[in-house]
C-alpha cells in the first residue's frame, strides 16, 4: 500500500476497547469506516464503528473475512496473539508493523531492543527461577522490580523487591511465567511522548506530558512537563529514533524517567495511548487521528499544542462525580462501559488550565 487511502475505505481495528473506539470516532470523522475486531461483546469500540466482528482470537475464518472486509488494520493493543496477525498479515498489511509488536510484547527483547538503540534503560536480567533471580539480584542490587515479560499492564506482573527475603515472594508472584529484573529507578518524575511516524517516514511528536500513577495505573497526565528545554529535545529525539529503528508507521507512546542523569526509558507502546489523551483538547490534530492518517497513508496532521491541559483518567468510582464533571466545564470523554468496576477506566476528562505560550 503506498498511495493514501481515499475516503471511503475501511480501517480494520484489533481491540474494541476504549482505545479502539477512539481510533473508530477519528476514522468516522476523517470519512473512512471503521470495522471493528473484538472477542468480548457489547464492547465500547462496537458503539461507534460502523462495523464490528465479535469473534475469538483463534477464529481463522472470521480473522480472514475480518482482513479481508478492510483496506489497512491496526490495534489498540500490542498483546493480539501471533497466530491471528499471520493469518491477518496473509491478506492485508498491519501497521505499526510486525517488529513494532514483537519488540514491545516482551520485555527482554523490548529493552535489549531499546539499550541497542544506545538509550538509557534500568540495569535488567532475563529471570526464569531462584537461580536466575539471585544471579541477578547479585548483580543489580535492590530495590528491585521483578515483571512478567509477556501481558503486563498497568502495573500488573510486577512485585518490588527492596531486600533478598522479598525475591521468594516476588518470584512466586510470577507463577511461574518467564520474568525480567529491573533496577529500581529513583525518578524525579514520569513524562511520556506520543509521537507518530507517517508512511512517508516523516515524524511528528506531541509534546512531553507528565505523568501520575497510583497503583500502577495512569491518574493524570499534565502538558506541559516540568522538564528543561534540553529534556525536552532528548524526550522527542528519543522518540523519533525509536520510530525509525522499528521502521514504525502510526503512533507511539515511550514511557520515560526523568532522572538527575538524563532520561530513562521505560517501555514503549506501539499504539495510542492513554498519556495522550489531553491532545483530544489540546491540539488540533489528536493522537487518534494521527495513527489513523499515518496507517492509511495520509499526511500527518499538524499537533502543535495549543493548550495547556491536565487529563484525569475516571477509574471505578471515579464515576460517583459525574454531575460534578460535567457541570466543571471540562471535556468529558466517556468509554460507554456499563458496569463500573475498581481500576477499570470509565472515561477522561481533560481540563484547559491556559493557552499554550507561543
Ligand atoms: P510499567 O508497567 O513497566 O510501565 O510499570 C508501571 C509503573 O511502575 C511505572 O509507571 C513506574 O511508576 C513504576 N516502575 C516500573 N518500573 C520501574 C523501575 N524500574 N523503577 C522504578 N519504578 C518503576
Excluded at 496532521?301 to 460517583?320: A, F, K, P, Q
Aim: glycine share 10%; proline share 6%; charged share 20%.
Amino acid at each position: 500500500m503506498t498511495d493514501p487511502l481515499p475516503p471511503g475505505a475501511s480501517v480494520g481495528i484489533l481491540g474494541g476497547g476504549q482505545l479502539g473506539r477512539m481510533l473508530a470516532v477519528a476514522a468516522s470523522r476523517l470519512g473512512l469506516s471503521a470495522h471493528v475486531y473484538e472477542p468480548q461483546a457489547g464492547c465500547p469500540a462496537a458503539q461507534v464503528a460502523a462495523r464490528c466482528t465479535t469473534a475469538p482470537w483463534d477464529d481463522a475464518p472470521a480473522l480472514r473475512a475480518f482482513a479481508r472486509s478492510v483496506d489497512v488494520v491496526t490495534y489498540e493493543f500490542e498483546n493480539v496473539p501471533t497466530a491471528a496477525l499471520d493469518a491477518i498479515e496473509a491478506i492485508r498489511p498491519i501497521r505499526p508493523g510486525r517488529r513494532s509488536l514483537a519488540v514491545s510484547q516482551e520485555r527482554l527483547a523490548e529493552k535489549t531492543f531499546l539499550a541497542g538503540l544506545g538509550l538509557t534503560v534500568a540495569p535488567f536480567a532475563p529471570v526464569e527461577d531462584a537461580a536466575t533471580l539471585a544471579e541477578a539480584l547479585a548483580r543489580i542490587g535492590t530495590p528491585a522490580i521483578l515483571k512478567t515479560r509477556m501481558l503486563g499492564y498497568d502495573g500488573k506482573g510486577q512485585a518490588r523487591i527492596d531486600r533478598a527475603a522479598d525475591a521468594p515472594a516476588a518470584l512466586q508472584a510470577m507463577a511461574g511465567a518467564p520474568a525480567l529484573l529491573e533496577g529500581f529507578v529513583a525518578f524525579d518524575r514520569e513524562v511520556s511522548v506520543v509521537a507518530a511516524r507517517g508512511a512517508d517516514g516523516s515524524v511528528a511528536a506531541f509534546d512531553p506530558g507528565e505523568n501520575v500513577h497510583r497503583d500502577g495505573i495512569l491518574r493524570t497526565t499534565t502538558v506541559p512537563a516540568r522538564l528543561s528545554a534540553a529534556q525536552r529535545s532528548d524526550a522527542v529525539l528519543i522518540a523519533a529514533r525509536i520510530l525509525n529503528a522499528l521502521d514504525h508507521v502510526g503512533v507511539i507512546g515511550v514511557e520515560l524517567f526523568v532522572t538527575p542523569a538524563g532520561l530513562i526509558v521505560n517501555e514503549i507502546a506501539p499504539r495510542v495511548h492513554n498519556s495522550g489523551h489531553w491532545t483530544q483538547n489540546g491540539c488540533l490534530i489528536d493522537q487518534f487521528e494521527q495513527h489513523i492518517r499515518a496507517v492509511c497513508g495520509w499526511p500527518l496532521g499538524d499537533g502543535t499544542r495549543h493548550s495547556d491541559v491536565v487529563m484525569e483518567n475516571l477509574i471505578g468510582h471515579d464515576m460517583d462525580r459525574l454531575p460534578a464533571l460535567m457541570a466543571s466545564g471540562a471535556a468529558l470523554h466517556l468509554y460507554g462501559k456499563a458496569e463500573v468496576r475498581a481500576g477499570r477506566k470509565m472515561g477522561h476528562v481533560n481540563r484547559i488550565t491556559g493557552p499554550a505560550p507561543r
